[in-house]
């Protein structure tokens, strides 16, 4: 039997599945203070999109924004990268 190949996933299909998860988990929690997820976004006064933005309900803001760095990649080796804390 041949072994599986292995697939790489993409950090946009990553924030896709993780959006999924987070609908989910946020329409089977309406005491939950959350709205709505956003992927591949613009905030104010920036440039650059965020990842993954989580918002509260009846906010404009998110309460929780992230860049997401794949491990295989040189970025996502270490969650201290001094470079993406920038911003």
Known sequence: MAAAAQVRVHEVEFC???KSWMDALIAARP???FERV???T???GSQKRSDLRLFERG??????????????????RSPYDEGLMQD
């Open 16 to 18: 896709g599945r993780v």
């Open 59 to 76: 906010r404009q803001t998110p309460v929780l924004c992230g860049e997401v760095k794949m491990p295989g990649t040189p970025e996502g």
């Open 31 to 33: 005491d939950w203070p």
């Open 38 to 40: 956003d992927i591949e």
């Open 42 to 44: 613009f905030g104010s």
